[in-house]
């Protein structure tokens, strides 16, 4: 495929994903840091998001496992996603943990597995969004364009 | 990129400047503002340096706040700002933030995903100097130095004015005549008026402070140095301590008055939000103080309140806890005179509190009932109801306790500066039976304290104590570990004198005999009903003592104390307590616990892990004389049997309160 080909889908799907609510201005913000310093700016700390995430949407399933579930713990993992999801951007996870922290005040573990289904989709939505965004990146660069730099 | 545990990357230019940031040229400014952020979230963590860097700032991050804490002690010049999330796993950011307070006097600010106004508020009491709302955004990080400025001009106001309270509306441009005047160095006076021209001429819409050019160098408050501070602050009286009395008190070479005026104003709000808790039972203290906190407001401000008080609330709501506060407060006035004794007391306390002795405090217990010599400890309120609520409140206390020992242990040793004792302190709590004890004591001690008319006094002391556990108060977490730790310690130390026969290592007994001995002050004859059943409650705790007490060191530290015959009230408090509980002994020894350490009066390090007592230079001796009180309790031992022994020639004397005939000569030693 050819660079401006490239460039176009690379710009409607980023295009896309802001308006579909998967990503936010934070995100914008993570992509005008990234300088010739730190050219790979955005795909390292995204990459270190989704290791983080996946560690506690790991402990999160075993901590709503136990039979006596501590919903401090829980509740102290829900913050933590929260304040990563926000910190790159990733409103529509970020939303999710909302609504899991009330019902972890209410510890309503039904309440609160079930929200961990749903933040566990949208993870894995945005993820996937993020990789195909980053497989595009890699094409253009790899067809000798630039990366377009989005408003 | 990932950090490992504890781990800190330096900041990404590599080099790192030792000197001030302000040295830098100027018409960078802020550029090479050196930071440290501390937040164990990796993607904040990165995206923050990033953005730090971006700022021409230089950035240290580190992903825990131990490890931050470590590389602040070891560079106390080497960052100018600190930002730092507020839950952290390994240590509340509040937490981190008090340390950083006290021990270097940096700006910190707080951040969070958590934008609820009671987080936020607490940023504010603990003294952050600003709270920023994750996600963060770099807009909001290219402004950060202006708290470093304005906490600079703040320390220079400070010296000028001798104002222990600087208005923080205070005029940021300096006058260059005022600033030469004051200079105190000609560095800082050649820094400040060779600044000045730089700014001048630099293209700044805002107009900067003057002081920013001064660099002072920062003076570590050390434990000892805090010690005396404390000191000269009770001596001169809370409200009357201004930094120039209390530089002259402190006789310390080489500590400006400037130094000292921005430590009385921390030291000063920190009292304020400490009394201004227990005030707002829905406000800010909700979150970080917790019942292990509210329990030992109780011992330091319950005194002269009573009892009834505290039992109502076992569980101490913030309400009781104003209420008790309150009512400490107002006597304070008016016990003025019977605290006297209590002042030199209070003097002792200190993170270090190497006296065991409290001649004053012995005499005046040694003249006062003559059965009072046993009873001093004996907590005249101690009564089955009390002892019954104390031990509700103490089992709550207990619980917190046990959650906060990882906490004690890091606020204790930050705060002693002793951190080698950590591990002493998890062995102590650990040993005992983790808090239940301490809380009782706790309870206990306040109840004591409640019966007592030393409200001013305590008070006094307790803002001697409140200071010295300024770190782990503020954590929002089961604290009650850490401040009964130092509130025992202290209390251990008044005791020392009045109940030389007290072995218990346990902070806790060290803090009821102290309690007990300015019950003593105070005492009435209330106090001699403790003492019955306060030995009672030795034996019981004998009986329980745990296998971690050393009761080698019983018999040593009883003939150690053989010269005193005071006996801690602590230990009689323990005695109330375990009598209530014979019935239950092994169940539940916290009171011997806390006097298992046996230890001698002087600088004997408590076996018991000394949270309470590593954290002082000197062992508890109070801790010790419990032990030897109650040899009953030692059963289990040999030297349990030795001490039984003892007990049983005790015994008699128990019934005329005097401790003194039996318990020193009959120890076994």
Not at chain 1, 92 to 106: A, G, I, L, S, Y
Not at chain 2, 655 to 665: N, V
Request: aromatic share 6%; glycine share 6%.
């Amino acid at each position: 495929m050819e660079v401006g080909q490239l460039q176009r889908s690379f710009i409607e799907y980023m295009g896309s994903l802001f308006n579909e609510g998967f990503l936010d201005a934070q995100f914008s913000q993570l992509q005008q840091l990234q300088d010739e310093s730190n050219p790979d700016f955005v795909v390292e700390v995204v990459s270190l998001f989704f290791e983080d995430s996946e560690r506690l949407l790991n402990d999160l399933t075993m901590a709503l496992d136990q039979p006596n579930v501590d919903f401090k713990l829980v509740d102290a993992h829900v913050h933590q996603l929260k304040g990563s999801s926000s910190s790159i951007g990733a409103q529509r996870v970020k939303n999710c943990c909302v609504p899991f922290r009330n019902v972890c005040e209410e510890q309503n573990t039904e309440a609160c597995l079930r929200c961990l289904q749903q933040i566990k989709q949208e993870y894995l939505l945005v993820k996937n969004k993020l990789q195909t965004l980053f497989e595009l990146e890699q094409q253009i660069v790899a067809a000798g364009g630039a990366i377009p730099m989005m408003q | 990129m990932n950090l490992g545990v504890g781990s800190v990357v330096k900041n990404m230019s590599g080099a790192r400047c030792s000197v001030s940031w302000k040295s830098n040229d100027n018409n960078q400014f802020p550029a090479g503002l050196r930071v440290l952020v501390v937040d164990d979230d990796p993607t904040c963590l990165r995206i923050l340096e990033k953005m730090l860097w971006n700022c021409h700032y230089e950035v240290t991050k580190s992903n825990r706040a131990e490890s931050a804490l470590s590389l602040l002690r070891e560079n106390r010049n080497g960052f100018d700002i600190v930002i730092s999330d507020v839950h952290m796993p390994d240590m509340d950011g509040f937490k981190l933030l008090e340390h950083v307070g006290l021990e270097m006097d940096l700006p910190v600010i707080m951040m969070s995903a958590d934008d609820s106004k009671d987080v936020v508020m607490k940023g504010v009491t603990h003294g952050a100097c600003d709270y920023l709302i994750k996600p963060v955004r770099i807009e909001a990080l290219k402004n950060i130095w202006q708290h470093v400025i304005r906490k600079k001009k703040h320390e220079w106001k400070d010296k000028d004015f001798d104002q222990s309270a600087t208005a923080e509306a205070g005029d940021r441009q300096q006058k260059p005549p005022e600033d030469v005047d004051y200079s105190s160095s000609a560095n800082e006076g050649g820094n400040w008026k060779s600044s000045k021209r730089r700014k001048e001429e630099e293209d700044e819409t805002e107009e900067r402070d003057d002081s920013s050019s001064l660099k002072k160098p920062r003076v570590v408050w050390s434990v000892e140095l805090h010690q005396q501070f404390v000191q000269a602050v009770n001596q001169l009286g809370i409200d009357k301590a201004v930094p120039k009395k209390i530089l002259e008190l402190m006789n310390v070479p080489g500590l400006t008055r400037e130094n000292v005026a921005s430590h009385l104003q921390k030291y000063r709000l920190y009292l304020r939000r400490l009394s201004g808790v227990s005030q707002h039972p829905n406000g800010l203290n909700n979150s970080f103080m917790g019942h292990p906190e509210s329990n030992i407001w109780n011992v330091f401000f319950s005194m002269g309140l009573s009892f009834q008080a505290l039992a109502a609330t076992s569980q101490l709501p913030a309400q009781s806890l104003a209420t008790l506060q309150a009512a400490a407060l107002g006597r304070s006035a008016t016990k003025a005179a019977i605290s006297m004794p209590l002042v030199d007391q209070r003097n002792l306390f200190s993170f270090e509190n190497p006296k065991l002795r409290f001649p004053e405090g012995q005499q005046q217990l040694n003249n006062s009932n003559k059965q009072i010599n046993l009873l001093h400890g004996i907590p005249t309120t101690m009564e089955p109801k009390q002892l019954a609520d104390l031990h509700q409140s103490s089992q709550s206390f207990g619980a917190m306790n046990m959650q906060g020992n990882s906490r004690v242990q890091q606020n204790n040793a930050l705060l002693m500066h002793m951190p080698q004792q950590q591990p002493s302190r998890a062995q102590m709590l650990n040993e005992t039976n983790n808090g239940s004890q301490v809380s009782r004591l706790h309870d206990h001690v306040t109840a004591s304290l409640s019966s007592n008319g030393i409200p001013g006094a305590l008070l006094s002391r307790s803002g001697g104590i409140v200071a010295n556990v300024r770190g782990p108060v503020h954590s929002p977490v089961s604290q009650a570990s850490p401040i009964v730790d130092f509130s025992l310690n202290q209390n251990t130390e008044l005791q020392n004198n009045s109940f030389p026969l007290v072995r218990s290592n346990s902070g806790m007994s060290t803090m009821t005999s102290k309690r007990m001995l300015q019950e003593e002050v105070n005492s009435d004859i209330k106090r001699s009903r403790g003492f019955p059943s306060g030995y009672n409650m030795f034996d019981e705790l004998h009986q329980q003592k745990s296998q971690d007490w050393g009761l080698s060191g019983v018999g040593s530290t009883f003939d150690a104390i053989t010269g005193t015959l005071d006996v801690s009230p602590s230990m009689l408090v323990q005695q109330g307590i375990s009598s209530m509980k014979r019935n239950g002994q092994n169940g539940s020894s916290p009171i011997s616990n806390a006097f298992s350490s046996s230890r001698e009066e002087s600088g004997n390090v408590n076996p018991m892990g000394g949270n309470f007592l590593t954290v002082k230079a000197e062992q508890l001796p109070d801790a010790s004389y419990q032990n030897n009180f109650f040899p009953d309790q030692f059963g289990q031992d040999d030297h349990m049997s030795a001490l039984l022994k003892q007990q049983e020639s005790v015994g008699p004397v128990e019934s005329e309160f005097g401790f003194d005939g039996y318990a020193l000569d009959n120890l076994p030693v």
